[in-house]
Nanobody, 132 residues
């Protein structure tokens, strides 16, 4: 029972990567999901979150317009993070995570992304390095 990320790697500034996150042993029904990152010496931060019920998304300002989070709702075990125009400051370990909620519960995506320590399930992360 775990989340598994893949797709990280080394890329030049301006390049693109697509991260995937697969849940193994459980599905993501009634789970808000998101992507978080932690750079060396810095605190973990939520960068993109997505609702399971209506597809709403939230991004922090530093990635808005460059990153896109999505879920495969036909196969409710996968989410993606498309990252374009990557910058050296995007270098970090990237994690996917899920937070369960009750059916019909009102969810604030900005709050979910901000409170990374409230997430219920985590992957082990995949490294992204942006360097020339």
């Amino acid at each position: 029972v775990q989340l598994v990320e893949s797709g990280g790697g080394l890329v030049q500034p301006g390049g693109s990567l697509r991260l995937s996150c697969v849940s193994s042993g459980f599905n993501l029904d009634y789970a808000t999901t998101g992507w978080f990152r932690q750079a060396p010496g810095k605190e973990r931060e939520g960068i993109a979150c997505i609702s399971d019920s209506d597809g709403r998304t939230y991004y922090i300002d530093s990635v808005k317009g460059r990153f896109t989070v999505s879920r495969d709702n036909a196969n409710n075990t996968i989410q993606f993070l498309e990252m374009n125009d990557l910058k050296p400051e995007d270098t970090a370990q990237y994690y996917c995570a899920a937070r369960y909620h009750y059916p019909g519960e009102a969810i604030s995506l900005s709050r979910v992304c901000a409170r990374w320590d409230d997430m219920d399930r985590w992957g082990k992360g995949t490294p992204v390095t942006v360097s020339a």
